[in-house]
């Protein structure tokens, strides 16, 4: 029996090179792995309840609760298979995180949350490999994603055009209270002169479609030129992935509308390194047709405002746009907070952990607002957890890469469906904390899952078709 890699050996880990116990058992049925995915993507729906913003912190909380519990669940016996090469990189930020709490401004308590939190978060990791052993259970991941995405995109679309139906009937009471003015502020005229909220889509907050319009996109045109696939999926996938652009494109958030339209490109390139040149140019045909087409429909919809909103990217330039934006909190983290704190900040003070479990007589370490990830990342722990989780990132997108260069058949396909995600995913650190939400665990969930295949199958061949 081949010998699997030790932690240690994972900057040189190559996935390809170890073939798991010859008695794996491929575990293809629908199970707990489905209903984890569907936890995470569609809890917002029991928010649309009458009154259910009474119950609103444990709904919240359910999506990283079962995350964390899957981790106790997997782990209370061993196996002996290794863990991702991500692995030793986060359990680092973890102790990192921990020696943090010693900080003189540390809020204990939610420090210790903090902890807990960012767990939960990278979780399916360390376990996901161990539920899903088949290409086909990967692929049936990134459906279920693409599935899931688009339903919110729809209900997006819907809510703008019917919004008495569709829109949830209380917003968020905690966004509310934070910032009484976040329903106007978020709110634009749209070509027929009425108000338009910016689609919350399966959320309580204005604009928060937007990352399942994103995901929808990614994933849509990816599932579109999958090898095998009938034509009237495709045109399927194609349609999905045009609803969620022209929701996204509703939301009016730039960052993560540019960031979709870039993983379009992102896809071909990948079917160009794969030898699937025919697939490439027909992604990019296609890629361009969609989000001309969803440009189009949304400001037949949104009309000035939504046309003014996107204009300055043109005239401006997208990186003068990001620096006048979201650039500014990069350059005040590299040139202010690092200064100050190059060996973190103490933990518990940014974010929901902050909110929630903050201790107010603490006036000698008062709450400091995170924009984006690299800064909550280095308030927690400095710069070296700036390293730890950039090896946890890196050692991810390289593990996917392979497979996806590599491999053929479902896993091929579902792998580079994962790595355009992923690198949408890193781009999104630079417009906010993305590793303190849910799309964290959606992250790492589909990163381990990758791995799983090559874990149960003993002498894999990648030149075979893994569909058989």
């Known amino acids: 029996m081949p010998v699997p890699p030790l932690a240690s050996d994972a900057l040189t880990y190559d996935p390809l090179a170890w073939t798991g116990p010859a008695d794996a058992v491929d575990r293809d049925r ?26 609103r912190t444990p709904v919240r909380a359910l999506p990283y609760l079962t995350s964390a519990a899957a981790l106790v669940y997997y782990f209370r016996t061993p196996t002996g298979e290794p863990l991702h090469g991500s692995a030793k990189w986060l359990m680092a930020s973890f102790g990192l995180l921990t020696l943090n709490l010693l900080h003189a401004t540390t809020h204990s308590m939610a420090g210790v949350a903090q902890i807990v939190f960012q767990i939960s978060i990278a979780a399916p990791i360390f376990w996901m490999a161990r539920a899903v052993r088949s290409d086909r259970r990967v692929l049936r991941m990134v459906w279920l994603l693409f599935g899931a995405s688009f339903l919110s995109s729809a209900l997006g679309i819907l809510q703008v055009y019917y919004p008495n139906t569709f829109l949830p009937p209380e917003f968020s009471t905690l966004g509310r209270e934070l910032n009484p003015e976040i329903i106007s502020s978020l709110t634009y005229h749209g070509a027929d002169g009425r108000e338009i909220i910016r689609p919350p889509g399966l959320s309580d907050m204005p604009g928060g479609a937007a990352v399942s319009a994103m995901v929808t996109v990614t994933l849509g045109l990816a599932m579109a030129f999958r090898r095998g696939l009938r034509p009237l999926w495709r045109a399927a996938c194609a349609a999905g992935a045009t609803i969620g652009m022209t929701a996204l494109l509703l939301t009016q958030v730039r960052s993560l509308s540019l960031v979709a339209a870039a993983s379009l490109g992102v896809f071909a390139a990948l079917r160009f390194r794969q030898g699937r040149t025919t697939d490439a140019v027909a992604s990019l045909a296609v890629g361009a047709a969609l989000v001309t087409g969803a440009f189009v429909w949304a400001v037949a919809v949104g009309g000035d405002a939504l046309m003014d909103r996107f204009s300055g990217l043109v005239n401006n330039g997208v990186i003068h746009t990001f620096r006048e934006q979201r650039g500014m909190f990069l350059t005040y983290t590299l040139s202010e907070l ?3 704190f190059p060996l973190g900040a103490g933990l518990g003070r940014w974010g929901m952990m902050q909110v929630y479990f903050g201790d107010p007589t603490l006036w000698q370490a008062p709450p400091i607002h995170v924009e984006i990830q690299p800064t909550g990342w280095l308030l927690d ?71 799983g295949p090559l874990l149960a199958a003993p002498d894999r061949d990648f030149g075979e078709d893994s569909d058989g």
Do not use: S
Request: glycine share 12%; with cysteine.
């Open 30 to 55: 629908w199970g707990w792995v489905e209903i984890f995915l569907a936890i995470q993507l569609l809890w917002g729906a029991a928010l649309f309840f009458p009154g259910a913003q009474a119950y």
């Open 338 to 340: 690092l200064y100050q």
């Open 381 to 451: 722990g400095g710069v070296a957890l700036w390293v730890a989780m950039g090896g946890a990132l890196v050692m991810a997108v390289r593990t996917t890469y392979l497979v996806a260069v590599h491999a053929a058949g479902a896993l091929q396909d579902a792998a580079t469906a994962v790595l355009c995600l992923q690198l949408t995913v890193l781009c999104l650190c630079l417009t906010g904390p993305v590793f303190n939400t849910q799309l964290g665990i959606q992250f790492w969930a589909v990163t381990g899952a990758v791995l």
